[in-house]
C-alpha cells in the first residue's frame, strides 16, 4: 500500500525557516517524482515545487522560488521541501503527492498534509 | 500558462441526483491531459479521472469525465451521501503543469 506520511510543520514566525519531510512507503520511491502542493485555509489548491524522480530536476511556482528548495534523498525515501523567508501567504496545509511516473505532473497518491502556521 | 476556469462555484443538489460539473480552459489542453480531483473536508485531495474520460483506480463508475480540447465535464450520474465535497480538474500536458481550477462544491440541498 502506497503511504505518503508529512512531517514538519508548525508554528513559525514571519520571515522564518522551516523543513518539511514527507516519508514514503509502499512504492519504489526512486521511480517517480514527487510534488507538494499546498492549500491555504479555505482556499484551493496550489502548486508549489516538483522534482523528478533522481532529483536532477527541480521547479518551483514563482510565489516560492528563491525561497524554497525541494530536494529528495532516494536512500531513505523521504521527500524534503526547505522552506526560508516565510510570509504570512505562506499559511497553509502542506500535501506530498507522489506523480503517476517520472514527471508527467498527474499526482495520484497524496499524503494527508503538515500545517504551516506563519505568525508573530 | 494555462488557466482553467470551473462552473458553477457551488452546486446544490440532492443524494440520487445528477451532477455536472464544467473545466474550462483558456487554451486547448494537450492530449485531453485533464484530470479530475475531489477533496473532502479535513482530507488529502483523491484522484478520479485522468486522460479526461479514464477513472483512476477504485473510482465508482457513477464518475464519468468528457471533453476535449478546452470544455472538459465530470459527471456524477446519481449523487450518493459520500460525494458530497469540492471538485478540482487540473491539466498536465504542458509542462511544468501548476494549473488548477479554483474548485466546485457540491453541497447537499
Known amino acids: 500500500e502506497v503511504q505518503l506520511v508529512e512531517s514538519g510543520g508548525g508554528l513559525v514566525q514571519p520571515g522564518g525557516s522551516l523543513r518539511l519531510s514527507c516519508a514514503a512507503s509502499?512504492?519504489?520511491?526512486?521511480?517517480?517524482?514527487m510534488h507538494w502542493v499546498r492549500q491555504a485555509p479555505g482556499k484551493g489548491l496550489e502548486y508549489v515545487s516538483a522534482?523528478?524522480?533522481?532529483?536532477?530536476?527541480?521547479y518551483y511556482a514563482n510565489s516560492v522560488k528563491g525561497r524554497f528548495t525541494i530536494s529528495r534523498d532516494n536512500s531513505k525515501n523521504t521527500l524534503y521541501l526547505q522552506m526560508g523567508s516565510l510570509r504570512a501567504e505562506d499559511m497553509a496545509v502542506y500535501y506530498c503527492?507522489?506523480?503517476?511516473?517520472?514527471?508527467?505532473?498527474?499526482?495520484?497518491?497524496w499524503g494527508q498534509g503538515t500545517l504551516v502556521t506563519v505568525s508573530s | 500558462e494555462i488557466v482553467l476556469t470551473q462552473s458553477p462555484g457551488t452546486l446544490s443538489l440532492s443524494p440520487g441526483e445528477r451532477a455536472t460539473l464544467s473545466c474550462r480552459a483558456s487554451?486547448?489542453?494537450?492530449?485531453?491531459?485533464l484530470a479530475w480531483y475531489q477533496q473532502k473536508p479535513g482530507q488529502a485531495p483523491r484522484l478520479l479521472i485522468y486522460?479526461?474520460?479514464s477513472r483512476a483506480t477504485g473510482i465508482p463508475d457513477r464518475f464519468s469525465g468528457s471533453g476535449s480540447g478546452t470544455d472538459f465535464t465530470l459527471t456524477i450520474s446519481r449523487l450518493e451521501p459520500e460525494d458530497f465535497a469540492v471538485y478540482y480538474c487540473?491539466?498536465?500536458?504542458?509542462?511544468?503543469?501548476?494549473?488548477f481550477g479554483q474548485g466546485t462544491k457540491v453541497e447537499i440541498k
Open positions: 503527492a507522489r506523480d503517476v511516473g517520472f514527471l508527467e505532473w498527474l499526482l495520484t497518491y
Open positions: 509502499g512504492f519504489t520511491f526512486s521511480s517517480y517524482a
Open positions: 522534482i523528478s524522480s533522481n532529483g536532477g530536476s527541480t
Open positions: 487554451q486547448s489542453v494537450s492530449s485531453s491531459y
Open positions: 486522460g479526461a474520460s
Open positions: 487540473q491539466q498536465y500536458g504542458s509542462s511544468p503543469a501548476w494549473t
